[in-house]
């Protein structure tokens, strides 16, 4: 039956993509993906043949990863981070059903690391006990159950992943979000900000609470809060799980 992968690259560099993956993308005819993905692997797989389309265009490229499989290529639809994790596998089952192809092809869903790990080993080590992962992009979530999501993960006293933190067309939801959680968290509780991981320009900043509502992050930053056993070791942002006190 005809292969489609859909693939988590991971962070962007090749260090950080998984053997499954790198064998995925090897064995596929055609690579599909956002232009900007696409760039980070065309070198690695220079001889594939390559289809990109721009952000918000995300059905077009299942559709055209879709359309290559049925007509008898393997394929590989890939994915910053990991696939299934804000990627594009649920979208790619969805595409499948509604094209009627479900039948005529196999899809393979391939993780890789989402920022969320890989931001968080660039801290230290910020997630080590539950944590819940919001991403701040309203786009397709109302930005009322964003808030609920938000406040509710802070009441739980869960660290708290923050995707998509801030862009061009949303320059300030870190700041409403901070404002969402200023009654819950208190100002000294330690955070952390990881950018462009994995890429040229990679950078981690620890700092407060009270410090996060005005710092600078844009779509390349994913931003770490901290539960309540959260604390600073040696620079590092680390919340221990409590096997000390076992």
């Keep these: 039956m005809n292969k489609l992968y859909v693939v988590g690259i991971g962070p962007g560099n090749y260090d950080n993509m998984t053997i499954r993956a790198d064998k995925a993308l090897k064995e596929s ?3 599909v993906g956002y232009g900007v993905y696409v760039d ?3 070198d690695r797989y220079a001889e594939k043949e390559f289809f990109t389309s721009p952000m918000t265009k995300e059905v077009l490229r299942c559709e055209k990863a879709v359309e290559f499989a049925v007509e008898g290529k393997t394929v590989s639809l890939i994915c910053s981070g990991d696939s299934g994790i804000y990627g594009m596998a649920a979208l790619i089952y969805e595409v499948a059903e509604s094209m009627d192809a479900l039948a005529k092809i196999e899809i393979e869903v391939v993780p890789g690391i989402t920022s969320a790990s890989s931001g968080s080993a660039i801290l230290g080590a910020p997630l080590t006990h539950d944590f819940a992962v919001v991403s701040l992009s309203d786009r397709l979530t109302p930005w009322e159950k964003i808030e609920e999501r938000l406040r509710k993960a802070a009441e739980g006293d869960f660290a708290i992943a923050i995707y998509n933190p801030a862009s061009k ?3 300030d939801h870190l700041k409403k979000a901070c404002e969402i959680l200023g009654g819950i968290i208190p100002s000294e509780r330690p955070c ?3 950018r462009n991981i994995g890429r040229e ?3 981690a900043r620890v700092l407060t609470f009270g410090e996060l509502a005005s710092a600078d992050v844009d779509m390349f930053c994913t931003v770490f809060i901290g539960n309540s056993s959260t604390r600073i070791i040696d620079g590092k942002l680390v919340t221990p ?5 076992v």
């Design 169 to 171: 067309g949303r320059p």
């Design 29 to 31: 005819d055609v690579i």
């Design 241 to 245: 799980r409590g096997y000390r006190d």
């Design 192 to 194: 952390g900000i990881a």
């Design 201 to 203: 320009g990679e950078s």
């Design 40 to 42: 980070l692997v065309k």
